[in-house]
């Protein structure tokens, strides 16, 4: 039997029952299960501190059992970073042990008078005493709560928060087996504001196996492995994406002026391998693109997972710093402290521009380009709400808004959510993503990469043969939003399953098709179509949610550096002296030249509404008229 525990934080309550089954042939689970509950349970304008704010973690259809990737768990909530719907993804075992416990759910509510941790084990779930792990980084709190040195998974797994959390930093981050993070949005804020520090789960079982499942995952296990275009991933991670990003101009450097930096050679996936010490991964993951990394830091070596492509052009270009050292213990102290790495790079860096553009200044950190002690100092100060710390642990948006003279400008974000590592000039799938995602600018809500990667195989699989030469030109933003699109249906069915989307939109070397046999297994009798209108559903449901707190087409927007600044592109040459990249003569420039015109194609192509709201036949398409109460027209 699959559980749902809800967990009152105010009266210390706690109720497990049976998932309902109708939920799961609706929605699957992860996401698809967190949006349904959020929508139900959360009435608009509440404030995303207060009691009335849900906090729902969810497993995915395939989570506990071995089925490629499937590691990945789901928090939903109402998001104090947007005020808007709110969700954070991550990878790891806590998901997976989770689920071997026997829970689809974990849906908290209220606020605890105390602090206190929630402790599972497959026969009992209790809220028990935090005082003493209280203030406490995360690693402090898993190595409490497991037992430092004890042997991974021997003593369960742990999602937890630090002191970014406790003191409410809108960018603050959960952590979980120490280097994963469910990150955006602020979840890490919603759970310390219900004095919950960490959630402890202990499973006996190995798994939930069907035993006829073993053949699809051993196919799909070894085609994964095999697949070409997942190459990049297995030799060097996503850190192989920085040289190919730079020679583009999708490098984003310098808060977004720039596309490009003249120091690739110290941060490309060949550098960092230098500073490796093994190769790590998710649980049940074939692919294993994760690693450990060991640096000198500023008080002795610094021991930590990754950092990945996303966190080292956050620390690195974004902030002007070319010290890979810098990035390993940044990345080090976000796990430890509990933030973002994503919004506290682009937090620094609107500070940093801010600075250079004269209206910002400090008197603890030189807000200069590049400083180690202030990208070091701040991440402190922001998680402890110290000095200017206070004021960017509000978030670019909110920052910018106090700050006045001009500052919006410098802030990279969409809906309050700051843009993560793609530069919108370029990849402009991504940026039309960003605008229109219903969490705030977010790769990950639709991955349209098909046209970067070149992947015309699989543009051919998916769309109309007389669109796909225009669709395939990167910088050709006429069908950018049929691209979008169908990659958002499919990156929600992915967050349903509960699996990563490096082995699904993010290369596309599993299609919708490939879970088709696996989910007939389990249960669920579809085909790829009535499979991707699952996905439609949940991302229309996501937008309801949204519209509810009045949100609409003047929320999918982007800054207007993206559509006012033309960004210069330079060749990468090699310096005939040295041998090292430099960037030479300019060979062209970027920028978005109409982003209303994709808005009205992808609203179109939705059938949505000239707002963004969707029309009453989508909803009635969808199964969702009836189900929710929101005014049409």
């Given amino acids: ?61 395939f989570s506990g059992t071995s089925w490629p990737s499937a590691s990945r768990y789901h928090v939903t909530f109402k998001s104090p970073a947007t005020n808007g719907y709110g969700y954070a993804n991550s990878g790891g075992g806590f998901g997976p042990e989770l689920a071997m416990a ?81 990150a955006r949005g602020g979840p890490g804020a919603v759970m310390g504001s219900k004095n919950l520090k960490a959630v402890h789960v202990k499973a006996s079982s190995k798994g939930k196996n069907n ?29 192989f994406l920085m040289r190919i990003k730079n020679i583009s101009g999708d490098l984003p450097a310098r808060n977004h002026q720039f596309g490009q930096v003249p120091f690739i050679d110290k941060m490309d996936g060949t550098a960092l391998k230098e500073y ?11 692919v294993q693109c994760s690693c450990e990394s060991v640096g000198q830091g500023s008080e002795g070596l610094i021991h930590t997972e990754g950092p990945e492509y996303e966190t080292t052009d956050a620390l690195g270009p974004v902030v002007w710093n070319d010290d890979v050292n810098v990035i390993i213990e940044g990345n080090y102290l976000c796990n430890e402290l509990g933030l973002d790495t994503i919004s506290t790079g682009k937090v620094i860096g609107f500070a940093m521009e801010c ?87 977010d790769h990950l809500y639709g991955l349209p990469a098909i046209d970067l990667g070149g992947n015309f195989e699989t543009a051919r699989k998916i769309f109309p043969a007389e669109i796909i030469d225009e669709l395939m030109e990167s910088y050709n933003e006429k069908y950018k939003a049929d691209m979008l699109i169908y990659g958002e249906h499919f990156c929600a069915l992915t967050d349903a399953f509960g699996v990563c989307k490096f082995t699904t939109t993010e290369e596309y070397s599993l299609l919708p098709s490939d879970f088709l046999p696996g989910l007939k297994i389990l249960g669920y009798d579809l085909d790829e ?15 309801l949610f949204n519209i509810r707190e009045g949100f609409n087409r003047k929320d999918d927007n982007l800054p207007r550096r993206f559509t006012t600044e033309e960004m210069p592109i330079y060749a990468n040459e090699r310096d005939p002296e040295t041998g090292k990249t430099i960037l030479g003569k300019q060979i062209g420039t970027a920028i978005i030249q109409d982003l209303d015109a994709m808005l009205d194609r992808y609203y179109q192509l939705r059938n949505w509404d000239e707002m963004g709201k969707p029309k009453p036949e989508k909803l009635q398409e969808l199964d969702l008229l009836r189900e929710f109460d929101i005014t049409i027209g």
Avoid at 40 to 50: A, E, R, S
Avoid at 120 to 128: G, K, Q, R, W, Y
Avoid at 383 to 405: C, M, N, P, V
């Fill in 1 to 61: 039997m699959a559980k749902t525990a809800w967990i009152n934080l105010s009266t210390a309550e706690i109720r497990v029952e049976e998932t309902n089954p109708e939920l799961h042939q609706q929605y699957l689970g992860g996401r698809g299960l967190g949006a349904k509950y959020l929508y139900d349970l959360v009435q608009p304008g509440i404030d995303p501190f207060g009691p009335e704010n849900y906090l729902i973690f969810t497993n995915g259809l």
């Fill in 102 to 182: 026997g829970y689809d759910a974990l849906v908290f509510y209220g606020i605890s008078p105390s602090p206190v941790y929630l402790k599972i084990t497959d026969a009992s779930i209790s809220l028990e005493n935090a005082e003493h792990l209280w203030g406490k980084r995360t690693g402090e709190v898993q190595d409490i709560l497991l037992g430092a040195g004890t042997p991974t998974g021997a003593n369960g797994r742990v999602s937890c928060i630090g002191p970014a959390g406790e003191n409410l930093v809108r960018i603050a981050s959960i952590i979980n087996d120490y280097g994963r993070a469910a």
């Fill in 211 to 239: 035993p006829e499942l073993r053949g699809e995952i051993k196919r799909l296990n070894q085609h994964l492995r095999k697949d070409p275009k997942m190459q990049g991933l297995i030799d060097t991670g996503t850190v």
């Fill in 276 to 286: 490796r010490t093994k190769r790590m991964g998710c649980r049940f993951c074939p």
């Fill in 355 to 441: 600075h250079e553009k004269g209206i910002l200044s400090d008197a603890d950190f030189s807000l200069e380009w590049g400083d180690a002690c202030t990208i070091l100092g701040l991440m402190k100060s922001i998680s402890y709400r110290k000095g200017i710390g206070d004021l960017l642990a509000e978030g670019t948006k909110r920052a910018a808004e106090k700050i006045g003279h001009g500052a919006d400008a410098y802030a990279m974000h969409v809906k309050g959510l700051e843009i993560p590592e793609q530069e919108p000039r370029v990849s402009k799938g991504f940026g039309l993503g960003h605008a229109v995602s219903n969490r705030g600018a």
């Fill in 529 to 543: 179509k009535s499979l991707l209108k699952i996905g439609e559903r949940i991302v229309n449901l996501e937008r």
